[in-house]
Structure formats: structure tokens, C-alpha cells
């Protein structure tokens, strides 16, 4: 049932049922917990196989597909799952309300989520609150929780209906049944009712500053084709596209993550010929217009101690001497004046841009978690994000790279201390081909338009490229595998949502709830242990 509610062709109503059938043998084995682990592995066993089933689309560099890059994230976040749930059921056994024990599941469970936002085996990718992506409408009300609300709303619901169930087997109470269903889908519609009428108001403030961009997607192949076709043949492509629409009228162009073959050195940045080039092109056809795409930057060290954790070494031919290279999957904006702005990726995708836990990790698996997404290479990240300025008109952009837009604090801090106004996203999804990978990261996308009530532009390699408006439709979109482009007047804001003000501030409540319960369970059962043991002493013969 997690598997059928999953976006972007599932029905999200399943989320809601989709625990009752755990919870209800939780109930009935809460001595058993090793049945307990052993089932609900195989319950998260089976979401996780189902609803990223896209990961197995990877390939190695020589082409074969790395079957490895499924396996390895559906087994260990299944595992992960399966512990907290265990734990839960643990807690529940040795607290005298039950109740307690609820109240446990769902923190815990909110800061497992967290905790998957933000350390290095980092996988949000299943966090239950995006399971509502493909109905934006029930979810307006994210604007203040983020994606920590829905996952609490499917926890508290499903809660719900199993207590109903186990009471009803216990008193046979069938009004009682009754009531109490209708009582938990009262929450549901209550939630929807609510988002509907933040949709409604929020439909009449629509903004009077706007903003024309124009988005590309050339639909390259990024397993034939990337590494292979010519600058010249690239550069002659994305002309041919912005031709299309370009005007002297002020205007922002986005092209894809990694768009360029040739990586890029930072210092020589602003004399770069591919860079130079679009400069030149946009003094000839448009001297107000700004052109942003994803290249990937480097670093050389000369220097032994100069070089970082990630350095990679090379040897130098021309200067006959070893060097160390700095990568990072970076996001440039080019413009008429002279100093170009980037961006590099903060948040990396593990196994395939960085290695997680490498110290541990690397003398057990060598380097074949990085032989497959395009690199074998460990990458840096920025450790302070920018945004860019868009000079003409006085607007800043948040520039977001591929996996970070599913991460909802993070693209909100860009929006928190610095008045931006307009989310970009460029990214490749065509590593996984024609599957449900590329529709889900778009449909994340969505969220986060909610999240920060910012309009998103979004540039796909092969697809899907799209609008998005504050609400979190889909404006218009260019489907997968097909190369074109989309131009409109986009709306500007530089309103600050609850979200973006807060952030995911449901963890630290569910983190201190969680801290609360642990300490009473291991003090309450300590204090029992130790009367028990005075009370049998007492009337030892």
C-alpha cells in the first residue's frame, strides 16, 4: 500500500492505511521483537523496492547496469526503518501507556527524517511527507510545517485506525468502531478543507513584478552523447534553441546541470573560451540578459598542503610535476559584465558524488560505490550557498543544483536572510531514463514552490522541464525525451514564509518529545526494578 500511494501514479489515500497492518501485528507481538524487526523489514523492504524501483535504470562507466546502486539504498533504508520501528515497539513495552508509546513512534520517526536531511548517508528520498507531491492541493498548509507535516498527518491517521480496530476486537463495540473511523477521516478532509482555503487566498495575491525566463532543454543523452559530442556541436545546439525566443528585452535563460563537457578551472574562469563565447552572444543579441547552466569547476592544488580530503591526484605533463584537482557540480550565471557567479552543489549525492563515511566505508568497499552516476570521483561542496544577482532588474535568484531541491530546509535557507525572489533548478535526470526517477525529483520540486511560495523555473537535460508557480502547479512543462524550450513571465515575491522563517522546527519539538520519553522509560523502569527488589527483600524469609 506505501508502494500503490507513492507519487507520481499512486493514489496518496493508501498512505493513510498503509501502517495499519504493522501496527496491528506490532500489537499482538510486542514480546516477539525480533518478529517484529523481521516484519517490518519486510514491510519497508517492499516500499522502498517499489517506490524507487528507478535506481536499478544506473549504469556502471563501461555501460553495464549497476544493479549495485538499487540494492545497496533499498537494504540499508529498509534496515534503518525497520530499527526505528523496532525501537518504537520497545519503548512501548516498558511505558504503562501505550499511548506514550505513539507519541514515541511519531517523533522518532520525525527525527529519523531529519537526521536523513542532514548527515552523510543522506536519503529523504521516501520521507513520508512527499508523498503528497502529486496532490498539491491537500498539502497548501506546508508553507508553515514543511514536509514534517504530512509525515506526522499519515503517522497520526494510521495511529488512529489501528486503535479503533484493537479497541473494537477487545469491546465489541461496533458505535464506538464507528465513531472512531469517521473521527480519523474527519482528519483527513479537516487537513484537505484547510489547505483548499489557504489555496483560495492565496489565489488573489498575485504579484505585480515579474520576470521573463526562458528555460532549455536539449535532451542529450548523458550516457552516449554527453562525453562525446563536440563543444562546438553543444554550443551550436543551445544558440539554435535561445535563437528561438531571444529579444534585446531583458531576460534570464536556464540550461541544465553539467552542461558542458569540459570542466572549467575557477581562476580562469572569466577568460574560459566557452564562457567568452556566450558573452560575446549575449552583447550581440540581448546586452541585458543573463545566461545560467551547470558546468563543473576545479581547483588545482600545487602544493601538497593545500589539498583537501576529496583532492585528487594528477601529474602535470607540461609542468612535469604532481598536482591535486578539486571538482564540484557547480551552477554559473554569465552575463555581459566581467566577473561571472557560481555556485557549487552542497548537497551531494551519496554514493554517486561523495562517499559517505569514508574513513569507515573505504577500506571495506574500495571505490565501488562510485562507479556509477557519471563519476568516479569524489566531489567537493559548498559549504556556504550564494545566490546570484540579476542585475538589470535588481532580482535575486536562488540557484539550486539537482538532489538539493528535495532537501526543504535547505533551499529555504536561501530564501531566509537574503531577499530573493525567484527559485532555479537545473538538473539531469536522465541517468535514469524513462522510469518514475525523473518525475518524482520533479514533482519534489513542487513542494518546495509551496514551501517558500516562490515560483520555480526548472531546466532538465532530457526532461521534465517545467514552470512551477507558488502553489505548486505546473505552469507548463516540456515532456521527457524530447528537446525544445519554454519562455514566460514568471512572478516575483519576496515574501517569507512561516517554513522559511522556522524551518523543520516539528524536529526539535520531535527530538525533545523523543529525549522526554527515553529518559522516562529508563527512570520509571530503573525506580521499578529497584522496588520490586526492595518489596521481595521485605518478606524474605
Known sequence: ????????????????????????????????????????????????????????????????????????????????????????????????????????????????????????????????????????????????????????????????????????????????????????????????????????????NQYKRTANVLILQPNIDPYNQKYSISTNKLVSKLKRLIDQKISKESMIIIAPETMFPNK?????????????????????????????????????????????????????????????????????????????????????????????????????????LLNFGGTVMELGKENHPSVFQYPYLGIKIAPIICYESVFGEYVSNFFRKKNVELMVIITNDGWWGVSQGHKQHMYYARIRAIENRKCVARSANTGISCFINETGEIISYIPYGKEGFLYDKIYLNKKKTFYIKHGDFLSKISLLTTTIILLYTITYNIYDQITKKNWMNKFKF
Open 264 to 368: 572549467i578551472q575557477i581562476k580562469n574562469i572569466n577568460s574560459n573560451k566557452i564562457i567568452s563565447v556566450f558573452k560575446d552572444y549575449l552583447k550581440k543579441k540581448s546586452p541585458n540578459t543573463v545566461f545560467i547552466t551547470g558546468v563543473e569547476l576545479i581547483t588545482l592544488h600545487h602544493n601538497n598542503k593545500d589539498k583537501n580530503e576529496i583532492s585528487v591526484p594528477i601529474f602535470s605533463k607540461k609542468k612535469k610535476e604532481m598536482q591535486w584537482i578539486d571538482i564540484f557540480n557547480s551552477v554559473i550565471q554569465i552575463g555581459t559584465n566581467e566577473n561571472i557567479e557560481f555556485h557549487h552543489k552542497s548537497k551531494l549525492v551519496p554514493a554517486v558524488e561523495t562517499f559517505p563515511y569514508k574513513k569507515i566505508f573505504s577500506p571495506i568497499l574500495g571505490n565501488i
Open 1 to 204: 500500500m506505501l508502494g500503490l500511494g507513492w507519487p507520481t501514479d499512486g493514489c496518496p489515500l493508501y498512505l493513510f492505511i498503509a501502517f495499519i497492518p504493522l501496527l496491528y501485528v506490532e500489537n499482538y507481538l510486542n514480546h516477539s521483537l525480533f518478529y517484529i524487526l523481521l516484519f517490518s523489514f519486510i514491510t519497508f523492504l517492499t516500499w522502498n523496492a517499489i517506490s524507487t524501483q528507478w535506481l536499478s535504470y544506473a549504469k556502471r562507466t563501461n555501460g553495464t547496469f549497476a544493479i549495485e546502486a538499487y540494492l545497496i539504498p533499498v537494504f540499508f533504508n529498509s534496515f534503518f526503518m525497520s530499527i526505528i520501528f523496532s525501537f518504537y515497539s520497545w519503548i512501548k513495552r516498558h511505558v504503562k501507556d501505550k499511548r506514550i508509546g505513539y507519541v514515541f513512534l511519531v517523533c522518532l520517526w520525525i527525527s529519523f527524517e531529519k537526521m536523513h536531511l542532514e548527515w552523510e548517508l543522506s536519503w529523504p528520498w521516501l520521507n513520508l511527507g512527499n508523498g503528497f507531491s502529486n496532490r498539491t492541493e491537500w498539502i497548501q498548509w506546508y508553507e508553515y510545517t514543511g514536509i514534517l507535516g504530512g509525515s506526522i498527518w499519515i503517522w497520526i491517521v494510521n495511529i488512529g485506525f489501528t486503535e479503533s480496530i484493537i479497541k473494537y476486537q477487545n469491546e465489541k463495540d461496533i458505535f464506538s468502531l464507528y465513531k472512531k473511523i469517521f473521527f480519523n477521516i474527519g482528519i483527513i478532509f479537516f487537513m484537505i478543507l484547510i489547505s483548499n482555503l489557504i489555496y483560495v487566498k492565496y489565489k488573489g
